[in-house]
């Protein structure tokens, strides 16, 4: 039962976008009030992270934390190739030697509570199992929000909050109630994945790594991410036709593209399937307006490109830090004006556009980092860096004057080859 009805800030969702911004705002004394449907802890996908969210985990409080739970550390990335090539790893400390340089593959059950529970020590209120029933946002603050607890016999409670953050995911209440989801059309992508227990994992010198394996045909790829329980997340993403309209069961599906993956089957050659096969659908999009006057976006739910370099988690916590500095600018000027709520959204977007680019040149058929690398050497520090998520700073995009050409270049080589 909640003490009170009125909230500075109310939270809908208690995921690492929506715990960061709450876990920011409470601390400088607002009244805050995280609202999540599900059972801590629960059950979701997005394992690998990028080593740039070591300046959120920093910001948050939490690096000891991670070490303390003992998520399995990520040292870098590597890609397998349509014809089997396994690629020299990009491993992160190579390019940096700070401690940042390195990452985790999490348990998101885990990962998620150490989050939430961050943002109830410095001060916030949650309100789990209750689901968000209406959004009323009116022309100012405060706005209205009518909760349902299943846990009290299905009372709808209804409270007021001088700024309303969504940072439900990919159930972006907000952004689907103000008609603000704008689909990537050319990434409409499926993915189905699971667990196994008893895959080949990296020991003794070699780094553990975030994986990448393309099918042969180049329709579809495998993640594969070892994690602390000793299981591997292994999960297929392709073109949402090509992944599910062509007939059968998702495991059916997930086996057959298993059979065009010669370097994931000498993976999982003695391993077993634990877990049932989870599907998630056509799940990258972004938001036309990401704040205005007394709300903002953050997390999945103001957008998602796609599962290739693990950015999910880094723009959640990212996005999470940055509105909630902004969202205590704006009380404690007592300005929730969209500019001063959303003056952090053109910097942020400024960074998404690199990685949203560096995702469409991989789905470019033609396209091999390997093959990039080789023949532009030098790029090899700026493409690690894009990897790894240094996208707010420096010059990310200089390598695109090279990329761009080339892979126009490439793909015209490959229709004409194909004309012969």
């Not at 989801?181 to 020991?203: C, E, H, Q, V």
């Not at 957008?303 to 959640?316: H, R």
């Amino acid at each position: 039962m909640l003490s009170k009805r009125n909230y500075d800030c109310v939270v809908i969702g208690g995921g690492p976008a929506g715990s960061a911004t709450a876990c920011l705002v409470a601390e400088q004394g607002y009244s805050t009030l995280i609202v999540e449907r599900e059972k801590f802890p629960r059950f979701h996908v997005g394992e690998s992270l990028m080593p740039e969210t070591y300046w959120a985990f920093e910001r948050l409080g939490v690096l000891h934390e991670l070490d303390r739970i003992g998520f399995t550390r990520k040292n870098g990335v590597q890609f397998v190739t349509s014809d089997d090539k396994e690629t020299q790893p990009f491993i992160f400390s190579d390019f940096d030697d700070h401690e940042s340089a390195m990452t985790w593959h999490v348990q998101r059950a885990d990962f998620d509570q150490m989050l939430v529970d961050t943002a109830f020590n410095r001060g916030a209120t949650i309100l789990g199992e209750t689901r968000v029933l209406d959004v009323e946002i009116r022309k100012q603050s405060p706005h209205k929000v009518i909760l349902k607890s299943e846990t009290d016999k299905g009372k709808e409670i209804e409270v007021s909050a001088r700024v309303v953050v969504d940072g439900s995911g990919q159930q972006a209440v907000l952004a689907n109630r103000l008609g603000l989801k704008d689909n990537y059309m050319d990434l409409k992508k499926s993915a189905i994945w699971s667990y196994f227990k008893g895959a080949r994992r990296n020991g003794g010198t070699n780094p553990e790594v975030t994986c990448i394996l393309h099918t042969n045909t180049k329709d579809a790829w495998f993640w594969y991410i070892p994690l602390s329980d000793g299981t591997v997340s292994v999960g297929l993403v392709g073109d949402n036709d090509f992944i599910l309209k062509r007939g059968g069961s998702p495991e059916n599906t997930f086996r057959q593209e298993l059979a065009n993956c010669p370097g994931l089957k000498r993976r999982l050659i003695d391993a077993e399937c634990v877990s049932r096969y989870h599907v998630a659908k056509e799940f990258s999009y972004r938001c036309t307006q990401q704040a205005g006057p007394g709300w903002v976006l953050v997390g999945d739910a103001g957008g998602f490109i796609d599962p290739i370099y693990s950015s999910g988690v880094f723009l959640a916590l990212k996005s999470g830090v940055m509105a909630g500095e902004a969202i205590c600018q704006g009380l404690a000027a007592n300005d929730l004006s969209a500019e001063r709520l959303g003056s952090w959204v053109p910097q942020y977007n400024g960074g998404v556009k690199w990685i949203l680019k560096l995702v469409r040149a991989f789905y470019t058929k033609p396209f091999s980092f390997g093959d990039f690398v080789r023949e532009y050497p030098h790029h090899r520090e700026n493409l690690t860096n894009l990897l790894v998520g240094k996208v707010f700073e420096g010059n990310p995009g200089a390598i695109f004057d090279d990329m761009d050409p080339w892979i126009e270049r490439m793909t015209k080589d490959e229709v004409a080859s194909s004309l012969v």
